[in-house]
C-alpha cells in the first residue's frame, strides 16, 4: 500500500443493521452449563449501506432495503463509482454507439486520483465481471 499516494486510494465497504444488530450470538458461562440471554424476538427490516471514502471524505453512497447482492454492488460500481453517462456527447446532435462518451466522475486511470480501490474478501467483490468494468476504466481493483 506504501506504493500508492493517499490521492490514488478509495475504500469501498459494505454493512447492514436490523434490529437483530445488536444481539450476542455467543457467550461465556461456568464450566459444564450452557450460557443464556433472554431477549425479545424482533425481525425487522433490514437495510444495507455500501459506501466509497477517499482522502476527502465519503464520495460516494448508497441505502440498499435488503442484503446487498452482487447486481447491487455492480450497479453502485458501474453507476456511481466508476463511470456514469454524460450528455457533453450530444453537442454533435448524433448519438454515438461507442463508449468514448462515458466519463468517469470519480475513478481515474493509474496513476491518477482514485484510481485503486480496496475492497475486503465479501463474496460479492469477487468475479470476472468486476475486473472487466475496473479494466476498462484503467481503475486497479
Do not use: W
Request: glycine content about 10%; hydrophobic content about 35%.
Amino acid at each position: 500500500m506504501a506504493q500508492y499516494g493517499p490521492e490514488e486510494l478509495g475504500f469501498i465497504d459494505e454493512t447492514s443493521k436490523d434490529e437483530r444488530t445488536v444481539s450476542r450470538r455467543y457467550g461465556r458461562s461456568k464450566k459444564g452449563t450452557r450460557a443464556t440471554k433472554k431477549q425479545v424476538f424482533i425481525r425487522g427490516r433490514r437495510t444495507s449501506t455500501t459506501g466509497l471514502l477517499t482522502i476527502d471524505g465519503i464520495v460516494a453512497g448508497t441505502v440498499v432495503e435488503g442484503s446487498m447482492t452482487k447486481e447491487m454492488f455492480m450497479e453502485f460500481l458501474e453507476y456511481t463509482v466508476v463511470c456514469a453517462l454524460h450528455f457533453s456527447s450530444f453537442f454533435t446532435g448524433i448519438f454515438r454507439n461507442d463508449l468514448s462518451f462515458l466519463q468517469l466522475p470519480k475513478c481515474s486511470a493509474y496513476p491518477g486520483p482514485l484510481s485503486v480501490l480496496v475492497m475486503d474478501n465479501a463474496t460479492i467483490h469477487h468475479g470476472q465481471e468486476i475486473l472487466e468494468l475496473f479494466d476498462r476504466f484503467g481503475v486497479y481493483p
